[in-house]
């Protein structure tokens, strides 16, 4: 596993075995964004604590040409090799987003027991309990209520999605992607599918 580092929250993660078969006659590249943010900057009542949280997403590694003169224009690579597509892939995700990587499919991944909960540091992070979901993915697959972590600061909750990272990204990547694609990531019905597909476009 490859992972790029942007400097500004974001991490982007890659390996050769990660793809799946949007088209017939060739596999499609994928990788992994990890996001670091700061409720400080967008939440009204954040909790100044334990600001930080951090997201996952299933992201397209072979981005549009679109994507990539963009950002070859701004003398950001010019998409000839993997670390020249990154800031691409970037540019496509905070465009269009990705598919959510949320913890209920990380314990649906869970083959060896792993309790996340138990392995943070009641120092460096508490658990939030999120109750009735009305919107985004976990809502339109029917989850009521999930936990999620927040953390003192971003050292910590990066150092934390590593352990996911390293823990459970090759059960999802390579043996439960289908499964996580055909999933509905929002009220109206679009697929990680289309996500992925239009990526690439």
Known sequence: MNKYYD???????????????????????????????????????????????????????NPSKKEINRSAA????????????????LASYGYRGGVPIDYEFLRTADVNNFDWKSSLSCNDAKIVHQGEQKYGTLAANGIKEFHYPQFRDDAKAFEFAEILINKYANVLMRIMIGFILDRPINMIGDTGWKTITEAGE
Request: aromatic share 8%; charged share 25%; with cysteine.
């Open 7 to 61: 400097g500004y929250g974001l991490t982007v993660c890659t390996d050769t075995g990660w793809i799946c078969g949007v088209k017939d006659d060739e596999d499609t590249p994928l990788a992994i964004i990890v996001e670091v943010m700061d409720t400080r900057e967008f939440d009204d009542k954040p909790d100044n604590d334990y600001p930080f949280v951090f997201s996952m997403a299933i992201v397209n590694a």
């Open 74 to 89: 701004c003398g950001c690579g010019d998409g000839k090799s993997t670390m020249a597509k990154i800031p691409a892939i």
